[in-house]
């Protein structure tokens, strides 16, 4: 029983060694609210990206921002900028920091964080409305899901 | 007549196929052809926001919608006050009585949905519509309390705001409720859940714009209990606060609790100047 428990153990750090993900807790804003390295340590999958930003128990972006490139999901919102032409004047760094927490980027952003687990005020359990613990909170979109949205973004270039 | 050219007009613009606009609408509310106090001065507790105008949740509706809430006919939120006017003749409770019985007609309510909540000195409280029915219920006829967001209460809720209907609202809120006051403000700007959003981010910050499928309005309460197209009832302030604060990804506060009755009054004061407009008719 013992032994297995710690090879299971030992399993799972390896695992999370190789894809190298950086923990909501451990990331490194700059000055400016950017991120350098890749959260989960691989590229992003804009097309992946796109999906994340349309769904709505993702990031559901579109709730807030029109984008030209996503039309065909319907009514795209008004509070916040068009993100059309985003990737002519952010970087993959500071698009990275906006979207894992804008407050990093812009003070007192009405934006959601997306990679975040602590500091929130009665957080609850998905849109359940009950409360969860915060050490059971997972961020909003995954490392990965965090990548592929910065991918599909960096797509966005003036016409 | 001006004002009719001028709605007549803003029909007009709002047909075109899902405008952007933003803002709200300048069409004029009139029930039955009864016109409403849809927008106002801001009241002067708001003067540090950026609001200067307190507009009713009406005017960002779709045409269809507004017309469904401006002709008594159409509304389907009449039918609970039809439900309400039986349970308002109807002995319940071991005192064998019915608001009749104390009240007469419920056109002895005329007012009184307008100046809710409000300090309940006896109490020693603030109380909400909501309270003060069941407070009648439970004390005056030994009648069951009814369930804080339940039908029959939104429905003896409607009953009582279409006798003030036109009425401008007006919430105290200062002397005894001014602590309470002050705690629903609080609340109205902490932003909660994992979205850390406040009622203010998306009902001051951003009233008039998209957000999603949803034009985002004031916020205000002045039209409940609202009749939503969405789930087909009758709804109570307290649920749709709830609703709301659970799509912050939040614990929500229960409905009937401190918290919300609070945040009632808050909003409610928010409101004044608006007419008393229930049961509205929301999508």
């Known amino acids: ?159 | 007549m001006k004002n009719k050219a001028l709605t007549a007009f803003a029909a007009l613009a709002i047909s075109a196929p899902m405008v952007f606009a933003g803002g709200a609408d300048d069409d004029t509310l009139a029930i039955d052809g009864q016109e409403m106090i849809s927008k106002a001065a801001a009241p002067a507790h708001m003067a540090d926001t950026a609001v200067d105008t307190v507009i009713s949740g009406w005017h960002f509706r779709e045409d269809d919608t507004q017309a469904m809430q401006a002709d008594t006919f159409d509304n389907p939120g009449m039918i609970a006050v039809d439900q309400a006017m039986d349970a308002w003749n109807t002995v319940e409770g071991s005192a064998e009585k019915s608001c009749a019985t104390c009240h007469e007609g419920p056109e002895s309510m005329t007012g009184v949905r307008a100046v809710y909540p409000k300090w309940n000195e006896e109490a020693g409280s603030v109380r909400t519509l909501a309270m003060q029915i069941n407070d009648c219920r439970t004390n005056q006829m030994g009648a069951d309390a009814y369930k804080y967001d339940s039908g029959p209460m939104a429905a003896m809720e409607a009953l009582i705001s279409v006798q003030s209907r036109g009425m401008p609202v007006n919430v105290a809120i200062d002397g005894p409720v001014a602590e309470v006051w002050e705690q629903g403000k609080e609340l109205y700007y902490t932003r909660t859940g994992q979205l850390e959003l406040s009622c203010a981010n998306c009902h001051e910050d951003n009233y008039g714009n998209y957000i999603r499928a949803d034009h985002l309005s004031q916020g205000q309460i002045n039209g409940f209990p609202t009749y939503r197209l969405k789930n087909a009832k009758l709804n109570t302030v307290h649920g749709r606060f709830k609703g709301c604060v659970r799509d912050t990804r939040a614990e929500t506060y229960s409905p009937g609790s401190a918290e919300f009755i609070a945040l009632e009054l808050y909003v409610a004061s928010r409101g004044n100047g608006l007419s008393v407009e229930g049961p509205s008719v929301r999508n």
Do not use: W
Request: charged fraction near 20%.
């Open chain 1, 1 to 159: 029983m013992k032994l297995t428990g710690i090879s299971a153990a030992v399993v799972i750090c390896a695992t999370a060694a190789i894809a190298n993900p950086i923990t909501p807790g451990e990331v490194q804003f700059d000055d400016y609210g950017a991120i350098q390295a890749s959260l989960s340590g691989s590229d992003g999958d804009a097309a992946n990206g796109a999906k994340v930003m349309t769904s709505r128990g993702k990031g559901n972006c579109v709730a807030c921002h029109a984008v030209t490139a996503l039309n065909d999901a319907p009514f795209h919102g008004e509070v916040g900028p068009t993100l059309d032409g985003i990737a002519d004047y952010r970087s993959a760094e500071e698009l990275r920091g906006i979207v894992a927490n804008a407050k990093m980027t812009f003070e007192g952003s009405v934006m959601p964080a997306f990679y975040k687990t602590s500091g929130f005020i009665r957080p609850g359990n998905g849109y359940t409305g009950k409360a969860a613990k915060e050490e059971d909170l997972s961020p909003i979109l995954t490392a990965q899901e965090i990548e592929d949205v910065v991918a599909f973004l960096l797509t966005l270039k003036g016409s």
